[in-house]
């Protein structure tokens, strides 16, 4: 039985950078249609490759703007990778940024309809895990108010109660719980835990190195869209802890 749910097999991704400024949307066509606007090529992630099996968890470390959120969006298949393929057996569940998947106007009732629209669900099944999705968030007071007007950990809250309604065969979760409270991270832990347990894979991105260590077996540290080192959480961990120290210690 192949148990590789997720292959990533030498994936490059690429940004095209506008690399003059431009002041206005006209300025924009007129160059884009008289070919005359330069481009300038970014690698947010190179050659990167590692597989991860049925079951297992992986954080995926790194500084600011190495190319953790790219990667996540690629094997969630929202970017075409340029060069590269991912292969995904499963599906997934993702959560990543804050508020995709939202209407910031609508409330937070009608944006659990519209989420689980565009997580797959029917109407039917959103209906029938309504109350569990407002009792995870504990934002009972709250169903008939604006998303836009709650802060980023509620959002954080509603996303996660909403992604997590599903046993998905892989969980893809982005920096979200750095914003909700100690006790609602807590309890996010806890349901992540309680969803590896029933066979659930995890992709996890954290700057908090202390969750990854908890809750990862394997981890993957990018640096500069490079992929630095992937192997058991503790090793990729500690290298990459080290680089940071160092850094750290220069200035
Ligand atoms: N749509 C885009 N167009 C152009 N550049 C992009 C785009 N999305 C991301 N980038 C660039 O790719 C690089 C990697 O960004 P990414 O969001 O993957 O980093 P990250 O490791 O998740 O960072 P952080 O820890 O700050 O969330 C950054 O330099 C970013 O500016």
Redo the contacts with the bound molecule.
């Keep these: 039985m192949n148990d590789v749910v997720v292959d990533v097999r030498n994936v490059t991704i690429r ?3 506008a690399s003059e400024k431009i002041d206005n949307l006209k300025e924009y066509v007129i160059k884009v249609l008289k070919r005359e606007l330069l481009f300038q090529e ?1 690698l ?2 190179k050659d990167a490759s590692f597989q991860i099996r049925r079951g297992e968890a992986w954080g995926l470390v ?12 690629a094997i969630c298949g929202i970017l075409k990778p340029y060069k590269g393929e991912i292969i995904v057996n499963g599906v997934i569940s993702p959560l990543l940024e804050l508020g995709a998947g939202f209407d910031q106007n609508l409330t937070a009732r009608e944006n659990i309809f519209l989420n689980g629209t565009v997580l797959g669900h029917s109407m039917d099944y959103m209906h029938k895990h309504f109350d569990e999705i407002v009792e995870f968030s504990e934002l009972q007071d709250f169903l008939d108010s604006p998303i836009k007007n709650f802060s980023s950990g509620m959002r954080a809250r509603l996303g996660f109660a909403i992604a997590t309604i599903v046993r998905p065969d892989i969980l893809i979760v ?2 979200i719980l750095a914003v909700g409270d100690y006790a609602f991270q807590q309890k996010c832990l806890k349901r992540m835990d309680e969803m590896m347990s029933g066979g659930t894979t995890l992709i996890f ?1 954290s ?1 908090s190195i202390d969750q990854v260590r908890e809750l990862c077996d394997h981890a993957v540290w ?1 640096n500069k ?1 490079d992929i630095m080192q992937v192997g058991p959480v503790d090793e990729v961990c500690d290298a990459y802890m080290e680089s940071m120290e160092k850094k750290v210690a220069k200035k």
């Design positions: 940004f095209n950078l970014f947010a992630v790194g500084s600011n703007g190495s190319g953790k959120s790219t990667l996540l969006k982005d920096e991105v700057h990018i869209g």
